[in-house]
Nanobody
Protein backbone atom coordinates (compact mmCIF):
# COMPACT_ATOMS: atom_id res chain seq x y z
CA UNK A 1 0.00 0.00 0.00
CA UNK A 2 1.34 3.41 -0.98
CA UNK A 3 1.74 6.04 1.72
CA UNK A 4 2.51 9.72 1.18
CA UNK A 5 3.85 12.26 3.66
CA UNK A 6 4.39 15.93 2.85
CA UNK A 7 6.78 18.39 4.45
CA UNK A 8 8.32 21.76 3.70
CA UNK A 9 5.43 24.15 4.06
CA UNK A 10 5.73 27.43 5.90
CA UNK A 11 5.27 31.18 5.77
CA UNK A 12 7.10 33.43 3.32
CA UNK A 13 6.88 36.92 1.92
CA UNK A 14 5.62 37.47 -1.60
CA UNK A 15 8.41 36.82 -4.06
CA UNK A 16 9.97 34.19 -1.85
CA UNK A 17 10.49 30.48 -2.43
CA UNK A 18 9.60 27.21 -0.76
CA UNK A 19 10.24 23.59 -1.65
CA UNK A 20 7.66 21.01 -0.69
CA UNK A 21 8.63 17.38 -0.34
CA UNK A 22 6.48 14.26 -0.42
CA UNK A 23 8.01 11.02 0.71
CA UNK A 24 6.35 8.02 -0.86
CA UNK A 25 6.56 4.43 0.25
CA UNK A 26 5.07 1.16 -0.88
CA UNK A 27 5.14 1.48 -4.66
CA UNK A 28 7.25 -0.66 -6.97
CA UNK A 29 6.08 0.43 -10.39
CA UNK A 30 6.65 3.48 -12.59
CA UNK A 31 3.00 3.37 -13.64
CA UNK A 32 2.08 6.12 -11.26
CA UNK A 33 0.89 9.64 -11.82
CA UNK A 34 1.88 11.83 -8.89
CA UNK A 35 0.71 15.35 -8.30
CA UNK A 36 0.42 18.36 -6.09
CA UNK A 37 -2.94 19.88 -5.25
CA UNK A 38 -3.93 22.86 -3.12
CA UNK A 39 -7.01 24.07 -1.35
CA UNK A 40 -7.51 27.54 0.03
CA UNK A 41 -10.23 28.28 2.62
CA UNK A 42 -13.60 28.54 0.94
CA UNK A 43 -12.28 27.38 -2.42
CA UNK A 44 -12.35 24.11 -4.30
CA UNK A 45 -9.29 21.91 -4.45
CA UNK A 46 -7.09 22.75 -7.43
CA UNK A 47 -4.58 20.61 -9.25
CA UNK A 48 -1.26 22.45 -9.40
CA UNK A 49 1.20 20.11 -11.10
CA UNK A 50 1.66 16.45 -11.95
CA UNK A 51 4.30 14.07 -13.22
CA UNK A 52 4.05 10.62 -14.78
CA UNK A 53 6.84 8.47 -13.38
CA UNK A 54 7.06 6.34 -16.52
CA UNK A 55 8.07 9.22 -18.81
CA UNK A 56 8.89 12.02 -16.35
CA UNK A 57 6.51 14.15 -18.35
CA UNK A 58 5.07 17.05 -16.37
CA UNK A 59 1.93 19.15 -16.35
CA UNK A 60 1.25 22.54 -14.73
CA UNK A 61 -1.86 24.60 -14.24
CA UNK A 62 -1.51 27.95 -16.03
CA UNK A 63 -1.33 30.01 -12.84
CA UNK A 64 1.96 28.41 -11.75
CA UNK A 65 3.73 27.88 -15.06
CA UNK A 66 7.20 29.39 -14.98
CA UNK A 67 7.15 29.65 -11.17
CA UNK A 68 6.68 26.08 -9.90
CA UNK A 69 8.64 22.96 -10.81
CA UNK A 70 7.58 19.40 -10.02
CA UNK A 71 10.22 16.70 -9.88
CA UNK A 72 10.73 13.24 -8.48
CA UNK A 73 13.84 11.58 -7.10
CA UNK A 74 13.32 7.86 -7.55
CA UNK A 75 16.26 6.88 -5.36
CA UNK A 76 14.86 8.90 -2.47
CA UNK A 77 11.25 8.02 -3.30
CA UNK A 78 10.46 11.68 -2.94
CA UNK A 79 8.30 14.05 -4.94
CA UNK A 80 9.16 17.73 -4.88
CA UNK A 81 7.43 20.99 -5.69
CA UNK A 82 9.82 23.91 -6.00
CA UNK A 83 7.83 27.11 -5.71
CA UNK A 84 9.47 30.39 -6.71
CA UNK A 85 8.15 33.94 -6.92
CA UNK A 86 5.33 33.04 -4.55
CA UNK A 87 2.23 35.21 -4.50
CA UNK A 88 -0.40 35.72 -1.78
CA UNK A 89 -2.88 33.83 -3.97
CA UNK A 90 -0.66 30.74 -3.62
CA UNK A 91 -1.65 30.55 0.04
CA UNK A 92 -3.32 27.18 0.64
CA UNK A 93 -2.99 23.73 2.11
CA UNK A 94 -0.90 21.71 -0.33
CA UNK A 95 -1.43 18.00 -0.79
CA UNK A 96 0.62 15.33 -2.47
CA UNK A 97 -1.38 12.67 -4.31
CA UNK A 98 -0.87 9.61 -6.47
CA UNK A 99 -2.78 7.18 -8.64
CA UNK A 100 -1.59 3.99 -10.23
CA UNK A 101 -2.32 4.27 -13.94
CA UNK A 102 -0.69 3.40 -17.24
CA UNK A 103 -0.43 6.56 -19.32
CA UNK A 104 0.13 6.20 -23.05
CA UNK A 105 0.91 9.85 -23.65
CA UNK A 106 3.92 11.89 -22.55
CA UNK A 107 2.41 13.06 -19.27
CA UNK A 108 -0.59 12.85 -16.95
CA UNK A 109 -2.59 15.87 -15.85
CA UNK A 110 -4.31 16.55 -12.55
CA UNK A 111 -7.70 15.38 -13.84
CA UNK A 112 -6.84 11.75 -13.21
CA UNK A 113 -8.71 10.10 -10.33
CA UNK A 114 -6.03 10.43 -7.67
CA UNK A 115 -6.86 8.01 -4.88
CA UNK A 116 -3.84 8.18 -2.58
CA UNK A 117 -3.37 11.36 -0.56
CA UNK A 118 -1.00 12.80 1.98
CA UNK A 119 -2.06 14.75 5.03
CA UNK A 120 -1.18 18.17 3.62
CA UNK A 121 1.22 20.97 4.45
CA UNK A 122 0.30 24.64 4.83
CA UNK A 123 1.82 27.35 2.66
CA UNK A 124 1.18 30.96 3.61
CA UNK A 125 2.39 33.87 1.47
CA UNK A 126 2.12 37.38 2.86
CA UNK A 127 2.19 40.57 0.82
Amino acid sequence: QVHLAESGGGSVQAGGSLRLSCTASGYTSSDYCMGWFRQAPGKEREGVASIYLGTRGTYYVDSVKGRFTISQDNAKRTLYLQMNNLKPEDTAMYYCAAVRVRVYGPYCDTNYHFNIWGQGTQVTVSS
